[in-house]
């Protein structure tokens, strides 16, 4: 340090003329063997100049001397060269030197290269360790700054082609890096062109060496016209890209220049190369600011195309650096995932800017459709959610499921970015784990099945541990107690074992422990849970294992419960035990031989004894057995020999308790009198077989345990209970199925037997029985009905063409009798059926709800029959199980009279009953191909034919559609509803499904692709029904000698097979490319109605074409439920199209303005009224207006054309031209046009300044209509002033408001001056409309009504809000004189003022400003300079209570 303060100081100065010639000689003497020195460079004034300055020029490969600091050397250099005689000319000479030194190359290297201190021998001080070069210290002077820049740049280019050298230097970057962070550039502008210069002439590497060395050489006011060069060059040479954006990056830019230069840079990343596209994406988010963000982001997610840039090879290639690179975000070596590296810089730029990442929230919820979002919206989320930046974790999540739930993030979407993206994705899992907890615990059922997709994905996807972590947050969900979660994480797990069993095996110990967790689980899980831990524990390539033995365990323990509850999941998991034990072995073997070892087959026999011998105590427990192995026998296939075993008991058994031999009469005592009632087969009644239902039910009541029949002892040790039947019933039928490929032959007579029952003329005097007798009726019929449903079940696949006859009488036997049961019931309240569906958890659900309907005339009643008369000439009605169908006999006419004398019945709903009836197959829904049936009956001499006819009736019809489009609803739901995680809801939808959740979605579209043609020749044949009836009773609905009960059952059979129709077409899966081809098949079925099938038409087209075809049907639509509901199938027609406006969104909106303009009546000629045809009309009513073209002129056609109408009509009239406006329907009118208008100006674009007076004038045309729609809606509260209407517009008006002062003022804001006009007519209008809303705030007040002033508040602050908007838009555009506020009384709806609280102080401020009229609008035209002045009106702060 003291050195250092002491160097200046020896530096003498002399009193000759040149001061420095003291330290020259004290060189001179410290170098003066120079002549002999053979490293020393010959003398001239280039070289004595330097070493006078202190530097010694060296030979060869040796570094020149420096010996005093450079500091001094520049200073001395530079006196030197000033003070010489020959200055300025000097300068050209010591040039001249300097250009004749480093001809030669080796000098010209040690120039460029740094210098060495010499060494401290002879008294002289050293310098610092690290000096400068030679090229650097002279351009440190700034006299000759130039003059060396100069050379430098001439002494390049010879230098250019050599590249590295030898030694191992490159000399073009040595002379770059002396450009670098110098102290002072004399003349930088021409220093700026010398190097644009040589970038257009030099070689590449020298072109990038030369641009990211700009920043560190130019001064930062050349820094903008640099910029504007590098832009140029960017968009001429691509090969210069990631240079270039280094240097912009480092550049000192002015914010509109920066804004350009990234949109240059944003037009190149489409064509950017794969390397250099990190580098781009890092430029651009860097570069922008929160006004520009969100735009910013948007565009470069738009050009940003992550799955254009994935290559396979590349991404294997760079699979095995991807650990390593993850830290970096931008790219140091070709072999780098570029892919990885871009989305690496999104996450630095996210993390580290709290702008970017809002802007990326905000980039990827605008956007809107399904098709264009990509894998990069997915990878941002997670990005998002991983970084948690600005806390956007909560952020990610909500878009995530918002875009879930609306269809718009697919689960296709996700499995491309796993796919393509699975080295990217594993360093996210935790935040995938996340996600997927979150959205499979969310609420909301919609987004559940994505959150499951996002585990199988990262299970299939990932390495063991993240496996490992997947199964045990399955097994938390299962374990969690909310019954739809444990459902849907079960159902993965079960797809798991059954797509990766060698993997889910070996985390088989943590899916073990969901078994102390069955308390929770509903029977289907609880099957679920079993079939997983069976398939993991009974596995074929593995032997024994604690896993089943604790099975066995478990099962043993639950079965010998004296609990119901565990008693049922003892059943259940032994046969699902069972079911994967007796499994057949792949080993080939014979069809009829076993294919297990004989111990394997012991232990299912003994298992199978056990569980019945268990349940034998139990008619419940024993029906749940029989439907369980009914149940696996459908679903498992078997080894031969254990199913030949299971039929021989079963048939055994069945004969031996249910079935009895027909004689001449039937003995025993029983509550009614025993007959022979419904047998199909007349010639056969002697010597046949019958059902023995009336004396075992006779037995079954505790309270006839005194009239048992002695058939009823025939195996005193085991109870024989009716709750049985049906069960044991479809056991038998899968055994026969099984054991003879679905030949029924042997059971074939159960078909047409008859049953045990009474005579059901007792139904007509069920009133005058006792509550027993009643109830023992209504059990006995219950039970009727589901043997049935059963037979009808069994035999419903068979093609003989007499057998199809008896299916379809057993459907009218059934329908008939549910008109006799409705009868009951209704007498008979607080009644509970018998269970016929056995695996409920909870007996509450199933209780039947007390029946709270107002009292309705029952006409279900039947007049008495002859007890052998076949069903099918009884089957005329159906007790409907929609609301509106109320269907009734003609035969019971007598006896509804007779109702109405004794006085109103409660109305029963069988919908409430639904869950005490057994669920019908999915093939049942194939007897609606049938036909008219016939067949030949031999008299008694056997020569002569009766011809004896059988159809499907408008009772059967209307049965089989409303169990279809249950079945459709709950199977193809475009919503996953049955997932919901609420267990009664759960329960609720999904009781009587129990058979058709062992089907895919798949499998029943295909099911119902193939009913296609029988439902549309049904269609046609109600629509050609309601034509003839339209044509003989000329148009009148309610004429004289229309059947009533038929115009019910059309009505309802209309209705149903539209619905059934939208349910099909609505199933999510058509979206997917792999049921393109069962979409077109569908459709094709449509268009092959309306032409000849063309195998070559377009999806498109096959939708035009369809669309046409159910448009033809509007002539005869019977309701309007009905034409919502071929409005709704319309619409969901035309979703399946491609995306974009076309003709089929103009004929959805074309149906609907069609049906609201027709009058609608019920059968009986009353209007439609009440709750439910409002609702239908205000769906019907949405559906217009958010498809027509133009929703403004729409609301306005309403509002201005029908509601004018409205009011001139008489009072109960209604429009002329929109027939479904009248008084009653004016509130959802009303709601309906309110909501519409609103979310049309919110959809309006806001207003920009760079938008051209064409756009703006555009836009204040949609503007002034929306607020002239909007006048005339607020004015009508003056005339329908009602509650309901107040708080529509209440609301409405506030959001109305709310979107004119975010969209529209800004408008108003840049158009004033143009477009004065029509600014100053626009507000006008609105200023009445505030107004009108004020004097609503004031009636709301003065009601002290709470609904109404809870809306006030918020309003009154918007009101507010817009008078100062308006004075920032005239202080904008320079009118701020114009401007003036006065007080605005308060008044009611009358317009009368409001004078409770009136002080002194405001009467005089009233008449001071009373010159003022009351009328005065907002904003008038001054006559002076054409200014506006806004008399806009502040509302007095009174108020109207204490």
């Given at each position: 340090?003291?050195?250092?303060k002491?160097?200046?100081?020896?530096?003498?100065?002399?009193?000759?003329?040149?001061?420095?010639?003291?330290?020259?000689?004290?060189?001179?003497?410290s170098?003066?063997?120079?002549v002999?020195?053979?490293?020393?460079?010959?003398?001239?004034?280039?070289?004595?100049?330097?070493?006078?300055?202190?530097?010694?020029?060296?030979?060869?490969?040796?570094?020149?001397?420096?010996?005093?600091?450079?500091?001094?050397?520049?200073?001395r250099?530079?006196?030197?060269?000033?003070?010489n005689?020959?200055?300025?000319?000097?300068?050209?000479?010591?040039?001249?030197?300097?250009?004749?030194h480093?001809?030669?190359?080796?000098?010209?290297?040690?120039?460029?290269?740094?210098?060495?201190?010499?060494?401290?021998?002879?008294?002289?001080?050293?310098?610092?360790?690290?000096?400068?070069?030679?090229v650097?210290?002279?351009?440190?002077?700034e006299?000759?700054?130039?003059?060396?820049?100069?050379?430098?740049?001439?002494?390049?280019?010879?230098?250019?082609?050599?590249?590295?050298?030898?030694?191992?230097?490159?000399?073009p970057?040595?002379i770059?890096?002396?450009?670098?962070?110098?102290?002072?550039?004399?003349?930088?502008?021409?220093?700026?062109?010398?190097?644009?210069?040589?970038?257009?002439?030099?070689?590449?590497?020298?072109?990038?060496?030369?641009?990211?060395?700009?920043?560190?050489?130019l001064?930062?006011?050349?820094?903008?016209?640099?910029?504007?060069e590098?832009?140029?060059?960017?968009?001429?040479?691509?090969?210069?890209?990631?240079?270039?954006?280094?240097?912009?990056?480092?550049?000192?830019?002015?914010?509109?220049?920066?804004?350009?230069?990234?949109?240059?840079?944003?037009?190149?990343?489409?064509?950017?190369r794969?390397?250099?596209?990190?580098?781009?994406?890092?430029?651009?988010?860097?570069?922008?600011?929160a006004s520009d963000?969100?735009?910013?982001?948007?565009?470069?997610?738009?050009?940003?195309?992550?799955?254009?840039?994935?290559?396979?090879?590349?991404?294997?290639?760079?699979?095995s650096?991807?650990?390593?690179q993850?830290?970096?975000?931008?790219?140091?070596?070709?072999?780098?995932?570029?892919v990885?590296?871009?989305?690496?810089?999104?996450?630095s730029?996210?993390?580290?800017?709290k702008?970017?990442?809002?802007?990326?929230?905000?980039?990827?919820?605008?956007?809107q459709?399904?098709?264009?979002?990509?894998?990069?919206?997915v990878?941002?989320?997670?990005?998002?959610?991983?970084?948690?930046?600005?806390?956007?974790r909560r952020?990610?999540?909500?878009?995530?499921?918002?875009?879930?739930r609306?269809?718009?993030?697919?689960?296709?979407?996700?499995s491309?970015?796993?796919?393509?993206?699975?080295?990217v994705?594993?360093?996210?899992?935790?935040?995938?784990?996340?996600?997927?907890?979150?959205?499979?615990?969310?609420?909301?059922?919609?987004?559940?099945?994505?959150?499951?997709?996002?585990?199988?994905?990262?299970?299939?996807?990932?390495?063991?541990y993240?496996?490992?972590?997947?199964?045990?947050?399955?097994?938390?969900?299962?374990?969690?107690?909310?019954?739809?979660?444990?459902g849907?994480?079960?159902?993965?797990?079960?797809?798991?074992?059954?797509?990766?069993?060698t993997?889910?095996?070996?985390?088989?110990?943590?899916?073990?422990?969901?078994?102390?967790?069955?308390?929770?689980?509903?029977?289907l899980?609880?099957r679920?849970?079993?079939?997983?831990?069976?398939?993991?524990?009974?596995?074929?390539?593995?032997?024994?294992g604690?896993?089943?033995?604790d099975?066995h365990?478990?099962?043993?323990?639950?079965?010998?419960s004296?609990?119901?509850?565990?008693?049922?999941?003892?059943?259940?998991?032994?046969?699902?035990m069972?079911?994967?034990?007796?499994?057949?072995?792949?080993?080939?073997?014979?069809?009829?031989?076993?294919?297990?070892?004989?111990d394997?087959?012991?232990q299912v026999?003994?298992?199978?004894?056990?569980?019945?011998?268990?349940?034998?105590?139990?008619?419940?427990?024993?029906?749940?057995?029989?439907?369980?192995?009914?149940?696996?026998?459908?679903?498992?296939?078997?080894?031969?020999?254990?199913?030949?075993?299971?039929?021989?008991?079963?048939?055994?058994?069945?004969?031996?308790?249910?079935?009895?031999?027909l004689?001449?009469?039937?003995?025993?005592s029983?509550?009614?009198?025993?007959?022979?009632?419904?047998?199909?087969?007349?010639?056969e009644?002697?010597?046949g077989?019958?059902?023995?239902?009336?004396?075992?039910?006779?037995?079954d009541?505790?309270?006839?345990?005194?009239?048992q029949t002695?058939?009823?002892?025939r195996?005193?040790?085991?109870?024989?209970?009716?709750?049985?039947?049906?069960?044991?019933?479809?056991?038998?039928?899968?055994?026969?199925?099984?054991q003879?490929?679905?030949?029924?032959?042997?059971i074939?007579?159960?078909?047409?037997?008859?049953?045990?029952l009474?005579?059901?003329?007792?139904?007509?005097?069920?009133?005058?029985?006792?509550?027993?007798d009643?109830?023992?009726?209504?059990?006995?019929?219950?039970?009727?009905?589901?043997?049935f449903?059963?037979?009808?079940?069994a035999?419903?696949?068979?093609?003989?063409p007499?057998?199809?006859?008896?299916?379809?009488t057993r459907l009218?036997?059934?329908?008939?009798?549910?008109?006799?049961?409705?009868t009951?019931?209704?007498?008979?309240?607080?009644?509970?059926?018998p269970?016929?569906?056995?695996?409920?958890?909870?007996?509450?659900?199933?209780?039947?709800?007390?029946?709270?309907?107002?009292?309705?005339?029952?006409?279900?009643?039947?007049?008495?029959?002859?007890?052998?008369?076949?069903?099918?000439?009884?089957?005329?009605?159906?007790?409907?199980?929609l609301?509106?169908?109320?269907?009734a006999?003609e035969?019971?006419?007598?006896?509804?009279?007779?109702?109405?004398?004794?006085?109103?019945?409660?109305?029963?709903?069988?919908?409430?009953?639904?869950?005490?009836?057994?669920?019908?197959?999915?093939?049942?829904?194939?007897?609606?191909?049938?036909?008219?049936?016939?067949?030949?009956?031999?008299?008694?001499?056997l020569?002569?034919?009766?011809?004896?006819?059988?159809?499907?009736?408008?009772?059967?019809?209307?049965?089989?559609?409303?169990d279809?489009w249950?079945?459709?609803?709950?199977?193809?739901?475009?919503?996953?509803?049955?997932?919901?995680?609420?267990?009664?809801?759960?329960?609720?939808?999904?009781?009587?499904?129990?058979?058709?959740?062992?089907?895919?979605?798949?499998?029943?579209?295909?099911?119902?692709?193939?009913?296609?043609?029988?439902i549309?020749?049904?269609?046609e044949?109600c629509?050609?029904r309601?034509?003839?009836?339209?044509?003989?009773?000329?148009?009148v609905?309610?004429?004289?000698?229309?059947?009533?009960?038929?115009?019910?059952?059309l009505?309802?059979?209309?209705?149903?097979?539209?619905q059934?129709?939208?349910?099909?077409?609505s199933?999510?899966?058509?979206?997917q490319?792999?049921?393109?081809?069962?979409?077109?098949?569908?459709?094709?079925?449509?268009?092959?109605?309306?032409?000849?099938?063309?195998?070559?038409?377009?999806?498109?087209?096959?939708?035009?074409?369809?669309?046409?075809?159910?448009?033809?049907?509007?002539s005869?639509?019977?309701?309007?439920?009905?034409?919502?509901?071929?409005?709704?199938?319309?619409?969901?027609?035309t979703?399946?199209?491609?995306?974009?406006?076309?003709?089929?969104?103009?004929?959805?909106?074309?149906?609907?303005?069609?049906?609201l303009?027709?009058?609608?009546?019920?059968?009986?000629?009353a209007?439609?009224?009440?709750?439910?045809?409002?609702?239908?009309?205000?769906?019907?009513?949405?559906?217009?207006?958010?498809?027509?073209?133009?929703?403004?002129?729409?609301?306005e056609?309403?509002?201005?054309?029908?509601?004018?109408?409205?009011?001139?009509?008489?009072?109960?009239?209604?429009?002329r031209?929109?027939?479904?406006?009248?008084?009653q329907?004016?509130?959802?009118?009303?709601?309906?046009?309110?909501?519409?208008?609103?979310?049309?100006?919110?959809?309006?674009?806001?207003?920009?300044?760079t938008?051209?007076?064409?756009?703006?004038?555009?836009?204040?045309l949609?503007?002034?209509?929306?607020?002239?729609?909007?006048?005339?809606?607020?004015?009508?509260?003056?005339?329908?002033?009602?509650r309901?209407?107040?708080?529509?517009?209440?609301?409405?008006?506030?959001?109305?408001?709310?979107?004119?002062?975010?969209?529209?003022?800004?408008?108003?804001?840049?158009?004033?001056?143009?477009?004065?006009?029509?600014?100053?007519g626009?507000?006008?209008?609105?200023?009445?409309?505030t107004?009108?809303?004020?004097?609503?705030?004031?009636?709301?007040?003065?009601?002290?009504?709470?609904?109404l002033?809870?809306?006030?508040?918020?309003?009154?602050?918007?009101?507010?809000?817009f008078?100062?908007?308006?004075?920032?838009?005239?202080?904008?555009?320079?009118?701020?004189?114009?401007?003036?506020?006065?007080?605005?009384?308060?008044?009611?709806?009358?317009?009368?003022?409001?004078?409770?609280?009136?002080?002194?102080?405001?009467?005089?401020?009233?008449?001071?400003?009373?010159?003022?009229?009351?009328?005065?609008?907002?904003?008038?035209?001054?006559d002076?300079?054409g200014k506006?002045?806004?008399?806009?009106?502040?509302?007095?702060?009174?108020?109207?209570?204490?």
């Amino acid at each position: 340090m003291m050195r250092k303060k002491k160097r200046p100081a020896s530096v003498p100065v002399d009193d000759g003329p040149n001061p420095l010639h003291a330290p020259k000689s004290k060189k001179k003497s410290s170098t003066r063997p120079r002549v002999s020195a053979p490293d020393e460079v010959p003398d001239s004034v280039f070289v004595q100049m330097l070493r006078q300055s202190g530097i010694t020029l060296k030979h060869g490969s040796m570094s020149n001397e420096i010996a005093v600091d450079q500091v001094v050397f520049q200073k001395r250099l530079e006196q030197h060269l000033r003070k010489n005689p020959r200055y300025p000319s000097i300068l050209k000479e010591f040039i001249s030197g300097l250009e004749a030194h480093i001809e030669d190359p080796e000098r010209f290297r040690n120039c460029l290269l740094p210098s060495v201190p010499r060494s401290a021998g002879e008294g002289e001080t050293s310098s610092s360790s690290f000096q400068e070069s030679l090229v650097r210290l002279l351009l440190g002077v700034e006299m000759i700054q130039t003059l060396v820049i100069n050379t430098l740049f001439e002494k390049l280019p010879e230098f250019m082609i050599e590249g590295v050298g030898d030694d191992g230097l490159n000399i073009p970057h040595l002379i770059i890096t002396q450009l670098k962070w110098l102290n002072r550039v004399v003349d930088c502008k021409d220093l700026a062109c010398k190097l644009m210069q040589l970038v257009s002439v030099a070689p590449v590497e020298i072109q990038r060496d030369i641009i990211t060395s700009l920043p560190e050489i130019l001064e930062d006011s050349q820094h903008d016209d640099m910029a504007r060069e590098l832009n140029a060059l960017l968009k001429e040479n691509t090969q210069l890209t990631v240079p270039i954006l280094d240097a912009l990056s480092s550049l000192s830019l002015s914010s509109a220049l920066l804004a350009e230069v990234r949109g240059a840079v944003m037009a190149t990343v489409s064509a950017v190369r794969l390397e250099d596209l990190p580098v781009v994406v890092k430029f651009i988010l860097h570069s922008i600011s929160a006004s520009d963000g969100v735009e910013v982001v948007w565009d470069l997610r738009k050009k940003l195309d992550l799955e254009q840039c994935m290559l396979p090879s590349v991404l294997q290639a760079s699979q095995s650096h991807e650990r390593s690179q993850r830290s970096s975000a931008v790219p140091s070596c070709s072999s780098k995932d570029s892919v990885a590296l871009v989305l690496e810089v999104i996450k630095s730029a996210v993390r580290f800017q709290k702008t970017t990442s809002e802007a990326w929230l905000k980039a990827v919820e605008n956007v809107q459709e399904t098709e264009d979002h990509k894998v990069l919206d997915v990878l941002v989320l997670l990005i998002l959610h991983s970084t948690n930046a600005n806390q956007s974790r909560r952020g990610a999540e909500q878009l995530l499921k918002v875009k879930v739930r609306g269809g718009l993030i697919q689960e296709a979407l996700l499995s491309r970015t796993f796919r393509d993206h699975a080295q990217v994705m594993r360093g996210y899992f935790p935040s995938v784990l996340s996600l997927a907890q979150t959205l499979l615990r969310s609420p909301d059922c919609c987004v559940v099945p994505f959150g499951g997709h996002m585990y199988k994905l990262a299970f299939t996807t990932f390495d063991s541990y993240c496996q490992q972590e997947v199964v045990g947050s399955l097994v938390t969900h299962v374990c969690s107690g909310v019954s739809g979660e444990a459902g849907v994480a079960l159902e993965l797990l079960c797809e798991l074992v059954s797509q990766k069993p060698t993997e889910m095996a070996q985390y088989a110990v943590f899916v073990k422990g969901i078994l102390d967790y069955m308390e929770n689980l509903s029977p289907l899980q609880i099957r679920q849970l079993f079939h997983l831990l069976s398939s993991l524990a009974f596995r074929h390539d593995q032997h024994g294992g604690h896993g089943q033995d604790d099975m066995h365990i478990v099962v043993r323990k639950q079965l010998s419960s004296t609990v119901l509850k565990y008693k049922r999941m003892g059943i259940i998991g032994a046969v699902m035990m069972v079911g994967t034990m007796a499994a057949p072995r792949s080993t080939a073997g014979v069809s009829q031989g076993g294919t297990l070892p004989k111990d394997i087959q012991r232990q299912v026999t003994a298992l199978l004894d056990l569980v019945r011998s268990c349940s034998e105590d139990s008619p419940e427990a024993s029906a749940l057995y029989y439907d369980e192995l009914a149940s696996m026998l459908q679903t498992c296939p078997l080894d031969p020999l254990v199913q030949a075993w299971i039929g021989k008991k079963v048939l055994e058994e069945f004969q031996e308790d249910f079935v009895v031999d027909l004689g001449p009469e039937v003995a025993g005592s029983f509550p009614f009198p025993a007959s022979v009632m419904y047998n199909l087969d007349e010639e056969e009644s002697q010597g046949g077989i019958a059902i023995n239902l009336l004396p075992l039910l006779a037995q079954d009541m505790p309270s006839r345990a005194d009239g048992q029949t002695p058939a009823a002892h025939r195996n005193p040790r085991r109870r024989v209970s009716p709750l049985c039947l049906s069960s044991y019933f479809r056991l038998l039928r899968l055994c026969e199925e099984k054991q003879h490929q679905g030949d029924l032959e042997e059971i074939d007579a159960l078909l047409g037997c008859p049953l045990i029952l009474t005579d059901m003329g007792v139904v007509e005097k069920v009133d005058s029985l006792s509550k027993v007798d009643r109830e023992f009726l209504c059990s006995l019929l219950f039970y009727t009905i589901n043997w049935f449903r059963e037979v009808v079940n069994a035999f419903c696949r068979q093609t003989d063409p007499e057998m199809k006859m008896k299916v379809i009488t057993r459907l009218q036997n059934i329908t008939y009798l549910q008109t006799l049961l409705e009868t009951c019931l209704a007498a008979s309240p607080g009644y509970i059926p018998p269970l016929a569906n056995f695996d409920c958890e909870c007996p509450d659900v199933l209780a039947p709800p007390s029946s709270t309907a107002p009292p309705k005339k029952s006409n279900k009643k039947s007049q008495g029959r002859k007890r052998k008369v076949p069903g099918s000439k009884n089957s005329s009605t159906d007790s409907s199980q929609l609301e509106e169908t109320a269907v009734a006999d003609e035969s019971q006419q007598d006896h509804v009279e007779k109702e109405k004398e004794k006085g109103p019945r409660t109305a029963v709903s069988m919908s409430s009953y639904r869950p005490f009836f057994r669920e019908l197959d999915l093939e049942v829904l194939s007897v609606l191909q049938c036909g008219l049936l016939s067949r030949s009956v031999l008299d008694t001499e056997l020569h002569s034919k009766v011809r004896e006819e059988v159809q499907l009736g408008p009772a059967e019809l209307l049965f089989l559609l409303e169990d279809m489009w249950r079945k459709l609803t709950f199977s193809l739901a475009s919503t996953p509803a049955k997932k919901a995680p609420f267990p009664k809801v759960k329960a609720d939808r999904a009781l009587g499904f129990s058979r058709l959740q062992h089907r895919s979605s798949r499998d029943v579209a295909v099911f119902c692709v193939q009913l296609l043609p029988a439902i549309c020749a049904h269609l046609e044949n109600c629509h050609n029904r309601c034509q003839t009836l339209l044509t003989e009773n000329q148009g009148v609905v309610d004429a004289l000698g229309v059947d009533v009960n038929e115009q019910h059952l059309l009505r309802s059979s209309y209705q149903l097979l539209l619905q059934v129709l939208d349910a099909a077409f609505s199933w999510s899966g058509f979206s997917q490319p792999e049921q393109r081809s069962l979409l077109k098949t569908a459709l094709g079925v449509l268009t092959s109605r309306l032409k000849e099938e063309d195998t070559d038409l377009s999806l498109d087209q096959l939708i035009k074409h369809s669309c046409e075809y159910l448009v033809n049907f509007r002539s005869t639509v019977p309701s309007l439920s009905a034409a919502l509901s071929l409005t709704q199938l319309l619409l969901t027609l035309t979703q399946r199209g491609s995306p974009g406006p076309g003709c089929n969104r103009t004929a959805v909106a074309s149906l609907a303005k069609h049906f609201l303009r027709q009058e609608w009546v019920t059968v009986g000629g009353a209007k439609d009224r009440g709750n439910k045809p409002n609702d239908v009309l205000h769906s019907l009513l949405s559906l217009y207006l958010e498809h027509t073209d133009d929703v403004l002129m729409a609301v306005e056609e309403i509002a201005a054309e029908g509601i004018p109408e409205l009011l001139e009509a008489v009072k109960d009239g209604r429009s002329r031209s929109w027939a479904t406006l009248c008084r009653q329907t004016f509130l959802v009118y009303y709601k309906v046009l309110m909501a519409e208008l609103e979310k049309s100006v919110r959809k309006l674009p806001p207003g920009r300044q760079t938008d051209s007076k064409e756009v703006q004038s555009e836009k204040l045309l949609t503007w002034n209509l929306a607020v002239r729609n909007f006048h005339i809606l607020v004015n009508l509260v003056k005339v329908f002033d009602s509650r309901p209407v107040l708080g529509v517009c209440l609301k409405y008006g506030r959001h109305f408001l709310e979107s004119f002062l975010k969209l529209g003022m800004p408008l108003l804001d840049y158009s004033f001056k143009k477009h004065k006009e029509d600014v100053q007519g626009l507000l006008k209008t609105f200023q009445l409309s505030t107004r009108q809303l004020h004097h609503m705030c004031g009636h709301s007040k003065i009601r002290q009504d709470m609904g109404l002033t809870n809306h006030v508040p918020a309003l009154k602050k918007g009101l507010e809000q817009f008078v100062y908007r308006v004075k920032a838009m005239l202080t904008l555009n320079q009118c701020q004189e114009a401007f003036w506020l006065g007080n605005l009384k308060n008044r009611n709806l009358k317009g009368e003022e409001i004078l409770s609280q009136r002080s002194a102080e405001s009467d005089e401020e009233d008449e001071e400003s009373s010159h003022v009229p009351e009328e005065e609008n907002e904003e008038e035209e001054s006559d002076g300079d054409g200014k506006k002045n806004a008399h806009l009106e502040e509302e007095e702060e009174s108020d109207v209570s204490d």
